[in-house]
């Protein structure tokens, strides 16, 4: 908890099933964003991460071969990969 890095972002998936153009049925990964409205048919569904908690207090720093380095801190962006589960 201690060494203020910033909390992870959350994110919400909606796996929605479609025909491609030869009749096989694909799924398709939709970012829905922090807030929506769908209309979902069976066998559809949502994934929703849910965002990490923070850190509070100075950054904490790494002694990597002998030279101080800020801990990295996650992309704002980072991608999840929503069908590793």
Do not use: F
């Not at 559809?44 to 849910?50: A, D, G």
Request: a neutral charge; charged letters at 30%.
């Amino acid at each position: 908890m201690a060494g203020g890095s910033p909390a992870s972002c959350g994110v919400n998936y909606w796996i929605r099933k479609i025909k491609d153009e030869e009749g096989q049925i694909k799924e398709r990964v939709i970012n829905l964003g922090g807030k929506n409205t769908v209309h979902m048919k069976p066998g559809e569904r949502i994934i929703v991460c849910t965002p990490g908690g923070g850190g509070y207090g100075q950054v904490e720093e790494d002694n990597v071969d002998g030279e101080q380095q800020a801990t990295k801190r996650p992309k704002k962006n980072d991608a999840r990969d929503p069908t590793d589960h």
